[in-house]
T-cell receptor
Framework: KNQVEQSPQSLIILEGKNCTLQ??????????LRWYKQDTGRGPVSLTI?????NTKSNGRYTATLDADTKQSSLHITASQLSDSASYIC????????????FGGGTRLMVKP | GAVVSQHPSRVICKSGTSVKIECRSL??????MFWYRQFPKQSLMLMAT?????????EQGVEKDKFLINHASLTLSTLTVTSAHPEDSSFYIC???????????FGQGTRLTVV
């Protein structure tokens, strides 16, 4: 069964601090892994997308890593800002067209001043 | 900017009425679009796959007669919640994969409240 598990479920950090979100998956066949940011009441917005051969990808203060051997990914947020408060969703695609998606439960991040 | 536009962003309707939600791909054609439902503090749950020119494919447990999906053109899919009940109140999101790429773009979502 294709599954994507994220941890922690929720996280509170102080503004300016760094944090790392985890994503473990059991999806086959693996096509790509995406991290999305979802603000409350809005649709998800893509942060990064990585294929099997990519180990790391950055998007500003967001850096995602992928270990295809252990089937783990992480999203590191550097120098957090209040606007980073959102849900972060790990999504794994498991077909060649990239449109069969398995969603993680998300990590709800709150950044406090 | 947004490449998938969803409308309306929020709607309040009375029980028993029907509500139509539109999902448009703005600068690309999408033969397939996906409709999701999201309850508070939960992740997205796939409801159905909308296919241009053919019937939608519904996930197990989703009533096709209640959630009518029409993929009228290569840039437009609609979800109609028929005879809405308060338990249908939720956040509905569409997405469309972009042709030739593995990226999936999401609409802004529609907050449906049935009173």
């Amino acid at each position: 069964k294709n599954q994507v598990e994220q941890s922690p479920q929720s996280l509170i950090i102080l503004e300016g601090k760094n944090c790392t979100l985890q994503c473990n998956y059991t999806v086959s066949p693996f096509s790509n892994l995406r991290w999305y940011k979802q603000d409350t009441g809005r649709g998800p917005v893509s942060l990064t997308i990585m294929t099997f051969s990519e180990n790391t990808k950055s998007n500003g203060r967001y850096t995602a890593t992928l270990d295809a051997d252990t089937k783990q990914s992480s999203l590191h947020i550097t120098a957090s800002q209040l606007s980073d408060s959102a849900s972060y969703i790990c999504v794994v695609s498991h077909n060649n067209a990239g449109n069969m998606l398995t969603f993680g439960g998300g990590t709800r991040l709150m950044v406090k001043p | 900017g947004a490449v998938v536009s969803q409308h309306p962003s929020r709607v309040i309707c009375k029980s028993g009425t029907s509500v139509k939600i539109e999902c448009r791909s703005l600068d690309f054609q999408a033969t397939t679009m996906f409709w999701y439902r999201q309850f508070p503090k939960q992740s997205l749950m796939l409801m159905a796959t909308s296919n241009e020119g053919s019937k939608a494919t519904y996930e197990q447990g989703v009533e096709k007669d209640k959630f009518l999906i029409n993929h009228a053109s290569l840039t437009l899919s609609t979800l109609t919640v028929t005879s809405a009940h308060p338990e249908d109140s939720s956040f509905y999101i569409c997405s469309a994969p972009r042709g030739g790429r593995t990226e999936a773009f999401f609409g802004q979502g529609t907050r449906l409240t049935v009173v």
